[in-house]
């Protein structure tokens, strides 16, 4: 009994993952890619993207904590999902990926890539980079070798040195220069176009060299997260487990593996992760917060962040995090000293009085938004706390008491002093 309620604990705490396929066939042609994702203790569930009973969100509440669209030739979704209802999901913390393919993608696909920013163009073709052996000639089967493509993000795509080349067949994305949210984690090469292989080229291509985007990333305000790519294959079996044969290079075992289980743990957030766990301020010397600070005053500040590592939490390692003491603008701006996850600060307030805020707004690449503020009132001196002497008013101090010390003398001068009497002198006559 007590096994089965841990069972149970440990599944309502797993993250359900639903998959929206085109074809069931995809359950073994992405073996690997899921059970990576199982074995990491996901809860997966597989159904067809025209589904009738299909739900996102029932009386409120999310039925699923992440969305996988992997039915890139979807004209429309089952049930009650659309563009607008994917839209409310990422609102509610919901996280999606989203992969295409190459030219045919249906208008449900590109409505929900529109939503976020992102057009899909036609196939990329790169007639330099390619793979000589699973090309089947039209070279589209691209291989990404250079870690210039991918972007410095170790949280996203992992450590670049160790990545091996990618494999990739799909299209192209091209985001729209509005979207400040997007992260182009992967990049074409700047020999490689979007075209249709099967149409003569009247045309400029939709996406150039590095404009076209291959996998992007979208961190909404609220932390959910979005991966989008034009590529199906990117996440197949053919391509996690194939050897790369680049004209001019070794034969290499792809890093696709390694790239895809990357994305994934971000887009699922185990990692890049972090929360606040205590926050402290108050006098220096003391422990409890005041009702009100006075101006002039020391203060400790001291903030506990900690990261998700391995489904658990750690104190967080992070040596940039800094601290504003804010009323409209920052009056106070220093850098947090980091002590096994312990945050600190000792400052002086300013001598201006107000309400303040302690503000920590942390924006790193891969993390998410880290924000805490709490609000404090700053007044000022009571009339008995004012220094009795002054050093700069010595002076005026002196000039006061040799008046009052010369009044006195004066006066006593003045009253005690008595002169001789002044004697008339007579004339003698004779």
Known sequence: MKLLLLLLAASAAADRVLVLVDNMSIRESHSIFFKSITDRGHIVTFKNADEGSLQLIKFGELQYDNLFLFAPSADEFGGTITAAEIARFVDQGGNVLLAGAGSNVGSAVRDVAADNGFEFADQLIDHVNYDSILDDGSHTTVVASSKAQLMEAPLIVGDRSKVGPILYSGGALVASPNNRLRLDVFKASSTAYSHDPSKPMREYPSAVGRQAILVSAVQARNNARLVLTASLHLFSNEFLSATVNKEGDKP???????????????????????????????????????????????????????????????????????????????????????????????????????VYKFLVDYRRVGYTHLLDIQQVSVRPLWHTQYERFIRSAFPYYASSFSMMASLVVFSIVFLYHKSDPVVAQTKKTN
Do not use: C
């Not at 990357?262 to 917060?289: C, Q, Y």
């Not at 002590?339 to 307030?349: D, E, I, M, Y």
């Open 252 to 354: 290499t075992p792809s890093g696709n593996k390694a790239f895809v289980d990357s994305l994934a743990k971000w887009v699922l957030k185990e990692v890049g992760v972090l929360r606040v766990k205590n926050v402290e301020h108050h006098k220096v010397g003391e422990k409890e917060p005041p009702r009100e600070y006075t101006i002039m005053e020391d203060v400790d500040y001291k903030l506990e962040v900690e990261e998700l590592k391995n489904n658990k939490w750690v104190p967080f390692d992070g040596k940039d995090v800094q601290l504003e003491f804010v009323r409209i603008d920052p009056f106070v701006r220093t850098t947090l000293k980091n002590k096994n996850g312990v945050l600190s600060a000792r400052f002086k307030l300013p001598d201006v009085y107000g």
